[in-house]
């Protein structure tokens, strides 16, 4: 399926699907025979169409006498597999142990299986009612795209919505979503001043903000022009890249409420009577942490020619503080206690405190109750941290408070106007999210998760632009761009755009659109 690349195409240009592919294709044509091959989630970046060509591969290579190991999530690989190994029942010290093991139907028929459930009863569509797109919907526009192989195109996105922009690898999605407009909007919303100039013009004008970006600012790339900027106040890419390099950090300091976990420790009787402030509890700084690990908990062993390896402290055992901070208690826990707790035993722990549980709940919500507070940022994988960064952002709001996607839909029906277009400005800061494939690396009991998580960033008046190639996060989409028809020359054109079964619809000219035609048929609820 890559008969559209140039032979002298860098590689580094390359989507994450192509390269997996063409590394693919170099296996088949070696000929070999009685091979092992072991393959970490070979469908990564593969539209569902190029899925099926991929498994087809990888019978021809098992039909060679090779030996095919994968480790995979994607339901239809599972579903085409000759033998099965299930890991589980749950996640890092809830896991570990072979759950189910042997064809697909008795992976089905095992009740400790976490995959055999999803398999037996797929993911209903969709968890809560789409959130319409009108004419009344505010929206942000990019004029006439045009780079790789995206040619005079023009994008809208719909503000308060989740948007999935889907395509065949190599269509131009990532073009879109992070090349025009993440790097447009993170410079022009970077310039403050410009953005105090708009919302002036915007005041001047009777409260209606410009239609179109002021041209004196920074410059745009790869579009012509920039509409309904001036409704989104910030944006953040939310990838896989951990979320810290140091053994220090971890999720507890990510998130931010080690801070009010310091505080609380520092109120304490006998931490005010010894005079310990909350900076006595950090180990980032001298006082209170163990001098001989550097509040890191382990050390770093310098090996010759070798790369270096990392042990336990063997002063502070891993606990990151000294003897004396350590003997101050809370609800007979010290602070090196609380670094070690799991976080479901740290929300119970923490009940009282209305601001640490909510942290810790979000934390559970999203399925990483398995981590410990104290866990090292290095040791995570790319969907633990991408899914901290989401709690992170989810942590700023309360989200009970603010418009769900109820009201929004009483508002649509009713086309209030004002209430509508208010409607993603009704919290201080209105963030449009850009996620490149979220669902990298994740089960499907994760991705379920993950679709919670997108929904209650929009229920809280934001917007969600979401790259992806998993059919459960596109039935859950409030709009979808679909890119192609095919990819390189052949692709960088919109050929469908509208709510999940609008799209499926196009199943002429359309490879999402039939793709989510047969997935939608018996999984609407």
């Given amino acids: 399926g890559l008969g559209y690349l ?82 589980g029942p749950g996640a890092g010290v809830l896991g570990g142990e072979v759950v189910g093991e042997g064809t697909v139907k008795d992976l089905i028929a095992n009740e400790r299986s976490t995959t055999g459930r999803f398999l037996r009863q797929p993911l209903r569509h969709p968890a809560q009612p789409h959130r319409p797109v009108n004419t009344r919907t505010p929206y942000l526009k990019l004029e006439k795209v045009s780079l790789h192989n995206v040619r005079n195109t023009d994008v809208r996105i719909p503000l308060g919505r989740l948007v999935v922009i889907t395509g065949v690898s ?77 053994p220090r950090s971890c999720p507890a300091t990510y998130i931010g409420l080690w801070d009010d976990i310091r505080r609380i420790f520092a109120g304490t009787t006998e931490a005010r009577l010894r005079g310990y402030t909350a900076s006595r509890f950090s180990f980032n700084t001298a006082g209170g942490r163990c001098e001989a690990c550097e509040g890191q908990g382990v050390k770093t062993i310098e090996m010759s020619f070798l790369p270096d390896v990392k042990v336990l402290c063997d002063v502070c055992g891993g606990r990151r503080f000294n003897s004396e901070t350590l003997s101050v208690l809370w609800r007979e826990k010290s602070i090196g206690d609380v670094l070690a707790m799991d976080i479901d035993e740290a929300l119970e722990f923490f009940r009282s405190h209305a601001r640490v549980h909510h ?109 992806e190639h998993n059919l459960d996060v596109m039935a859950e989409a409030d709009w979808i761009v679909d890119m ?23 199943k002429r000219d359309s490879h999402t659109g039939r793709a989510l035609e047969s997935f939608l048929k018996d999984r609407v609820v």
């Fill in 484 to 506: 192609g028809p095919e990819a390189g020359e052949d692709g960088g054109r919109i050929v469908a755009q509208g709510t999940p079964a609008e799209v499926a619809r196009r």
């Fill in 6 to 87: 140039q032979l002298d195409r860098s590689a580094p240009t390359l989507s994450g699907g192509e390269a997996q592919r063409i590394r693919l294709a170099a296996q088949l044509g070696s000929n070999l025979q009685g091979v092992c091959y072991v393959l970490d989630e070979p469908t990564i970046g593969l539209h569902p169409r190029d899925n099926g060509v991929l498994l087809d591969s990888l019978a021809e290579l098992s039909s060679h006498r090779n030996t095919l190991v994968v480790v995979e999530h994607d339901e239809e690989t599972i579903r085409r597999a000759d033998h099965v190994l299930d890991l």
């Fill in 359 to 467: 942290a810790l709940k979000l934390l559970q919500d999203v399925g990483l109750g398995y981590l410990t507070l104290g866990q090292q940022s290095p040791t995570l994988s790319g969907g633990e941290a991408q899914r901290i960064k989401l709690v992170a952002e989810l942590a700023k709001v309360r989200t009970e408070a603010l418009p769900g996607p109820a009201s929004l839909l009483e508002d649509a029906s009713r086309n209030d106007a004002s209430g509508l277009a208010a409607g993603p400005r009704q919290i201080p800061k209105h963030t449009l999210y850009v996620l490149d494939e979220p669902t990298v690396g994740l089960h499907m009991a994760d991705v379920e998760k993950l679709i919670h998580v997108l929904h209650r960033l929009v229920a809280a008046g934001n917007t969600a632009v979401v790259v």
């Fill in 170 to 246: 190599g269509s131009g999605k990532s073009t879109v979503a992070r090349d025009v407009l993440y790097a447009n909007l993170r410079r022009q919303l970077g310039d403050a001043s410009a953005r105090a100039d708009s919302r002036g013009s915007a005041a001047r004008n009777g409260g209606k903000p410009p239609g179109r970006r002021r041209t004196n600012g920074p410059q745009l790339i790869g579009c012509a022009g920039l509409r309904g900027l001036e409704q989104v106040d910030r944006v953040l890419e939310v990838d896989q890249t951990p979320i810290g390099k140091t």
